[in-house]
């Protein structure tokens, strides 16, 4: 199964390299207006080819990109109940602080559990290869954060499970 | 080796030189246009120009008539004038209701282009009787924002690229201002906005960058497909395409009548030979012969795991250029026979290339 995966970063970093050329543009349709194309999605020039990196049926990554900005949302691989509340708490922890990640987006794009927006205000600041790394290590530690979490929450339940069961 | 100057960390959307390379104007991402003087290798600011309220998009130097024309994403262009040191602004009527994304003096500098998000070409020619500079738009049938254009060296031809992945050229003969144009192997006429030719790469991509050769018989054109197309009107509008397996280019310019030199999101300037069919040649920027960082001490690897939990410390590119290139311009030479060449990017840095 973890062979699947460096191929799988690979393709993901090599599909953002080149979906991360943004450049500063003004909206066409309102007048003084510099909105991410890829959110208002008004005129369909300005948009990239949406491209699926799928490793498997529940894991995936979509990235759309436009001239000015880039969405990456990221399906997390949930096996079981456990998984899937863990997953969804982390993620909202995660999107609620929203503005200190600066790439985040608050609001998972349908489908997917977590979404980035990258725009040209970004790139401009940070170096493009360094935006790409981060994405790729957030994709490669956040299974092994979940397994993690998933490893305590059942070894607490079962210290608590025995603390309690010890009175009888 | 290139000369390489940095004005900050935000990027240089823009700029422009004088005529003998002496003053610089540029913009770095704000609303304001500095205009630097260069002496010996040393910067020092000499005004500061005010007037436009949003980010400045464009800016072009009159070499012969010492005018500069700016535009901005405010929807408004300026013609500035030098009395006496300082500049004095006349605001040009575009009549566009989007930003303006670029602008260039005509070869004789008796008009100007401005490009603009209205999906037009806003001509500008100085009426004299009403001592203002008026506006004629050129159209049909661009379907996008204009992103880059180019004169051709015999003052009427307009190049335009756009972002509905098509590069056109039109005829920008203004009757009230031009003589009667003489034919040219791009197609004679003598009606403004009448389209010479349009052009496409194939599936196409947002075109970027747009230049003329100095004798105007080539254009070439970048776009986001990580194409360059060549036009040859030599040789009845023979259209060269060569797609690169490099990061979209930004900008492309002659630098004499067969070599081209792009630069973009690689931020490594290239030379390309144009003969028939284009060829790469080489980068002009050699990040493997350049000194290598050095083996990282220790120590600084131990300090950034510490502190960050970061297990390299190399983040800085190995090229000169740490962001994107966004504009290139002749230094020395002329398109004919350039010798420099300058490069400003995302990085707030002006790169000056030497061509050998």
């Not at chain 1, 003004?26 to 003084?32: A, D, G, K």
Request: hydrophobic fraction near 40%; proline fraction near 3%.
């Amino acid at each position: 199964m973890s062979t699947t995966l460096q191929p799988y970063l690979k393709a993901v970093r090599q599909t953002l390299t080149a979906a991360i050329c943004l450049e500063n543009f003004s909206s066409q349709v309102v007048e003084r207006h510099n909105k991410p194309e890829v959110e208002v999605r008004t005129s369909k020039e300005l948009l990239l080819t949406p491209v699926t990196i799928s490793r498997n049926e529940k894991e995936k990554v979509l990235i759309e990109g436009s001239i000015n900005s880039l969405r990456i949302s990221i399906a997390i691989k949930q096996a079981d109940e456990i998984e899937k509340i863990l997953c969804h708490k982390f993620m909202r922890f995660m999107m609620m602080r929203a503005e200190n990640f600066i790439v985040l987006r608050r609001k998972p794009v349908e489908g997917y559990d977590i979404s980035f927006l990258i725009t040209n205000f970004h790139t401009e600041q940070m170096y493009k290869h360094k935006v790409v790394d981060f994405i790729i290590h957030f994709m490669e530690e956040i299974d092994k954060e979940m397994s993690e979490m998933k490893l305590a929450v059942n070894s607490r339940a079962r210290i608590s499970a025995e603390e309690f069961l010890k009175r009888f | 080796m290139p000369d390489a100057h940095s004005f900050g960390v935000d990027p240089i959307t823009c700029y422009s030189w004088n005529k003998d390379q002496t003053q610089l104007a540029l913009s770095v991402n704000n609303n304001e246009v500095q205009i630097q003087n260069f002496a010996n290798g040393k910067w020092s600011l000499k005004n500061t120009l005010t007037d436009h309220t949003q980010r400045v998009t464009g800016i072009d130097w009159a070499s012969k008539s010492n005018r500069i024309v700016t535009c901005a994403a405010d929807r408004n262009a300026y013609v500035w004038v030098q009395e006496s040191g300082k500049w004095s602004p006349t605001l040009v009527v575009l009549g566009i209701t989007r930003a303006a994304t670029c602008v260039k003096w005509s070869p004789m500098e008796n008009k100007f282009a401005v490009g603009s998000g209205n999906r037009c070409v806003a001509v500008c020619s100085y009426d004299k009787e009403n001592n203002w500079w008026t506006s004629k738009k050129i159209k049909k049938p661009i379907r996008s924002t204009v992103t880059c254009l180019d004169w051709h060296p015999n003052n009427y031809l307009i190049a335009c690229g756009s972002t509905d992945f098509k590069a056109r050229v039109y005829s920008a003969y203004i009757k009230e201002v031009d003589e009667k144009p003489a034919p040219s192997n791009w197609g004679t006429t003598n009606n403004f906005a009448n389209l010479m030719g349009e052009f496409s790469s194939e599936a196409g991509g947002w075109v970027h960058g747009i230049s003329f050769s100095a004798s105007g018989n080539h254009l070439a054109w970048v776009a986001h497909d990580s194409s360059i197309c060549v036009v040859d009107a030599n040789h009845g509008l023979k259209l060269t395409i060569v797609k690169t397996e490099y990061l979209p280019f930004m900008d492309v310019i002659w630098i004499n009548e067969s070599s081209i030199i792009v630069a973009g999101y690689g931020c490594v300037p290239m030379r390309f030979n144009y003969k028939d069919s284009l060829t790469f040649v080489g980068k002009l920027d050699d990040a493997d012969s350049k000194q290598q960082p050095g083996k990282v001490s220790a120590m600084a690897q131990f300090k950034a795991m510490d502190s960050r939990a970061a297990t390299d410390v190399e983040t800085t590119l190995n090229s000169t250029h740490q962001n994107t290139i966004v504009q290139l311009s002749v230094f020395a030479g002329g398109k004919e026979r350039c010798t420099k060449l300058s490069s400003v990017g995302t990085d707030g840095q002006i790169v000056i290339w030497d061509i050998k």
